[in-house]
């Protein structure tokens, strides 16, 4: 079966700090990976995508990065964290026209 | 870019009451999700569709393609069933999906 694994669920990091938060997937190759964030009030959106190893894009400029050093690898991160940086991330994977989504993880920047 | 909406934005209902939050997109898609999301942030996906009607349980969601719009229904809700329901789309070839911003629904006993 296709599972997606995020963690941490709940992050609470002081600003200035760095972050990062990884993907893994199970029970597919090479896979779309994304990145998505939700802020307070706001829909989700797409931070990054990547459709294979070491390729990124980029949609929203801003303090973070993605990096994917394994197929199956999605690693979001940060090398200072922004009190703007909290929100809530979500992993998904895109593989013939299905999609899966991780739990998430609620990040509070303190 | 495809926009999606959502109404109502916030729901209350009593327990048992049928309870129907629904979804307008703006482009021709592939498949459409429903999402749910408890308070502590997890998300669970509940249907993934591209036409007709999925049931599941107490949840049911139906798509009408020519319309572009879905609705997700929960018959007999219970104050379990309290939570953000988040619809995102996917368009035909494209790369991302496009979320609406979520409807919350508060089930009171």
Known sequence: SQTIHQWPATLVQPVGSPLSLECTVEGTSNPNLY????????????LFYSVGIGQISSEVPQNL?????????????????????????????????????????????? | ?????????????????????????????????????HPGGGIVSLFMLSSGKKKHGRLIATINIQEKHSSLH??????????????????????????????KL????
């Open chain 1, 35 to 46: 990145w998505y964030r939700q802020a307070a009030g706001r829909g989700l959106q797409l």
């Open chain 1, 65 to 110: 990065s993605a990096s994917r050093p394994q197929d199956r690898q999605f690693i979001l991160s940060s090398k200072k964290l922004l009190l703007s940086d909290s929100g809530f991330y979500l992993c998904a994977w895109k593989s013939y026209g299905r999609s899966t989504f991780g739990s998430g993880t609620r990040l509070t920047v303190v």
């Open chain 2, 1 to 37: 870019k495809n926009e999606v909406e959502q109404s109502p934005q916030n729901l209350t209902a009593q327990e048992g009451e049928f309870i129907t939050i629904n979804c307008s997109y703006s482009v021709g898609i592939s498949a459409l999700h429903w999402l749910q999301q």
């Open chain 2, 74 to 103: 929960i018959t007999a809700s219970h104050p379990r069933d309290s939570a953000v329901y988040i619809c995102a789309v996917s368009g035909a070839g494209s790369y991302q999906l496009t979320f609406g911003k979520g409807t």
């Open chain 2, 106 to 109: 508060s089930v009171i006993p």
